[in-house]
C-alpha cells in the first residue's frame, strides 16, 4: 500500500512526489509516468521568475541556475502597441528534456520510487484507490497532463473547446542581429486571441511558437497544422523553426472541481493554464506542491484539504484572470493594457505578474484600462 501514487512525471507531478517526501521522509511515494525521462514536451520552455520560488519552496532552489536569465520582454499588442522592459525578476529558458528531468531526478534522490507505467483504469475503494488492478494507494495524484486520462476516469468532462487553446512549438537558431537577452510576444489581430514567441535560450538558440484558441483555429476551415505553421512563419519569418510539435492548452476559465474522492487533479490535467499567457509551469508547481501536502498532512480524504489550499493560493488569481479572459476577447482591450503598461512601467510589471504568476488586479489599473479602452472606442 503506497501512501501517494502519483500519476504523470512533468512539473506538477514532481512537485507533489517532492513535496510529499520533504514533510513525509518516511511516505512511500510512488511516481508513474508512461515515459521514460528524459522525455519532451512541446512547451515554450519559459520557467517564470515565479517557478523559482516554488523550486526554492521544493528545496531546490539552484535547478536552473546554471542557465542564463533573461532580463527583457518585448510585447506587441493585437494592433500594434509595443512595449519592452527590463522584467522586474528575470525568467529563465529551459528546454523541458532538461527541466523535467531535473525534477524527476530530484525527487528519485529524496526516495520517490519512479516507474515507466501508462496508466489505463482506477477503481476507488472506501479507503484506497487501485491503479491498473496492481498498485494500491491511499491518495492519488492525478497530474497527466491536459489530455488526462484519469480525469475522464473520474468522471470529469474534458475542458470545453471554447476554453481550450492550441499551440506549435520549434527550435530555430538566433541571427546575430536579434536581441539574445529579450523575450518576444507577437500577439496577432486575425483570429484573436492568437500569439507567437521566441523565446532565447542563451546558446544561440530560441524556442518559438505560436498559439491559438481551438475554436478560432476550427474556424479556419483549413488543416491545423497548415494554420499553425503558417502563421509561426508568417510572424517570425526571419526565425525558421525546427522540431515542431504541438499540443492543447486546457485554459483555467474552464477549470474543473479539482478532484474526486482521494484522487486530486494537479497542473494541466486540472485545467490551470493561464488564459492570458498559455503559462501553466508556475500553476503546476503550486498545485503539485499543495496536493503532496494534503497527501501526506492528511489521514482521510486529503480533497478538501487540497481545494482549500488552492482556493487560498490561487483563489483570487484565477478570478482576476476569469474577468480578463473574457475582457480579452476584444483586441482593443489588451490594446488598452499594453498601451498603459507602455507608459507606466508599475504597470508593465503588475501585468507580468497576472501573466505569469498569482498576481491579481487592483481596482485603480482596472479603471485606468477600461477608461483608456473606452477611449479607444471598445474596439
Ligand atoms: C506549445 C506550448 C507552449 C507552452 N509554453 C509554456 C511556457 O513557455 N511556459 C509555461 O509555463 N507553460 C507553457 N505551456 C504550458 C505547459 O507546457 C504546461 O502547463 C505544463 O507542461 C503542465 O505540466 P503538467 O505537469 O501538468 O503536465 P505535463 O508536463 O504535460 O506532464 C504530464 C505527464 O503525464 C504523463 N502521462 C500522460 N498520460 C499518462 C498516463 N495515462 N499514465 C502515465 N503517465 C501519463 C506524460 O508522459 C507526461 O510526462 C505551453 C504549452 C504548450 C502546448
Known amino acids: 500500500m503506497w501512501d501517494l501514487a502519483i500519476i504523470g512525471g512533468g512539473p506538477a507531478g514532481s512537485a507533489a512526489a517532492l513535496r510529499a517526501k520533504q514533510l513525509r521522509p518516511d511516505a512511500r511515494v510512488l511516481l508513474l509516468d ?15 521568475a515565479h517557478c523559482r520560488e516554488e523550486l526554492a519552496l521544493l528545496g531546490l532552489p539552484d535547478l536552473i541556475a546554471d542557465y542564463r536569465p533573461v532580463q527583457r520582454l ?10 519592452s522592459a527590463t522584467v522586474a525578476r528575470p525568467n529563465h529558458v529551459v528546454p523541458r528534456t532538461v527541466f523535467d528531468a531535473r525534477l524527476v531526478d530530484a525527487a528519485r534522490a529524496r526516495g520517490v520510487e519512479v516507474r515507466r507505467h501508462r496508466v489505463r483504469t482506477l477503481d476507488a475503494h472506501d479507503d484506497h484507490i487501485v491503479i491498473d488492478g496492481t498498485v494500491a494507494a491511499r491518495a492519488v495524484v492525478a497530474a497527466d497532463g491536459a489530455n488526462s486520462t484519469v480525469r475522464r476516469l473520474i468522471g470529469i468532462p474534458a475542458t470545453p473547446e471554447k476554453h481550450t487553446a492550441i499551440a506549435v512549438r520549434g527550435y530555430a537558431d538566433l541571427p546575430a542581429a536579434d536581441d539574445d537577452d529579450a523575450q518576444l510576444i507577437a500577439m496577432q489581430e486575425d483570429g484573436w486571441p492568437a500569439y507567437a514567441w521566441s523565446f532565447p535560450i542563451g546558446d544561440g538558440t530560441a524556442n518559438v511558437g505560436f498559439g491559438m484558441l481551438l475554436p ?3 474556424a479556419t476551415g483549413l488543416p491545423g497544422r497548415e494554420v499553425l505553421h503558417g502563421r509561426l512563419a508568417e510572424l517570425l519569418p526571419h526565425l525558421p523553426a ?13 477549470r474543473p472541481r479539482p478532484g474526486v474522492g482521494r484522487v486530486m487533479l494537479v ?6 493554464i ?3 499567457t498559455g503559462e501553466g509551469i508556475y500553476y503546476a508547481l503550486v498545485s503539485g506542491r499543495l496536493a503532496g501536502e494534503a497527501a501526506v498532512q492528511t489521514a ?7 481545494r482549500r489550499g488552492l482556493r487560498k493560493a490561487l483563489g483570487r488569481h484565477l478570478r482576476t484572470t476569469d474577468v480578463l479572459a473574457w475582457a480579452a476577447q476584444s483586441s482593443g482591450f489588451i490594446d488598452a493594457a499594453i498601451g498603459t503598461a507602455a507608459q507606466r512601467k508599475e504597470v508593465f510589471d503588475l501585468l507580468v505578474d497576472v501573466g505569469l504568476g498569482a498576481g491579481t488586479v487592483p481596482l ?16
Not at 485603480?364 to 474596439?379: F, I, M, T
Request: contains cysteine.
Open 267 to 272: 497542473g494541466d490535467a486540472a485545467g490551470l
Open 364 to 379: 485603480p489599473l482596472a479603471w485606468a484600462v477600461a477608461r483608456r479602452w473606452l477611449l479607444n472606442g471598445k474596439r
Open 300 to 306: 482521510g480524504d486529503p480533497l478538501p484539504a487540497y
Open 274 to 276: 493561464n488564459p492570458l
Open 34 to 48: 508512461k515515459a521514460d525521462f528524459p522525455r519532451d514536451k512541446a512547451c515554450g520552455d519559459g520557467i517564470a
Open 242 to 254: 525546427r522540431d515542431l510539435r504541438a499540443h492543447h492548452l486546457p485554459l483555467s476559465p474552464g
Open 74 to 83: 518585448t510585447v506587441v499588442s493585437p494592433g500594434g502597441v509595443r512595449v
Open 216 to 218: 478560432r483555429l476550427h
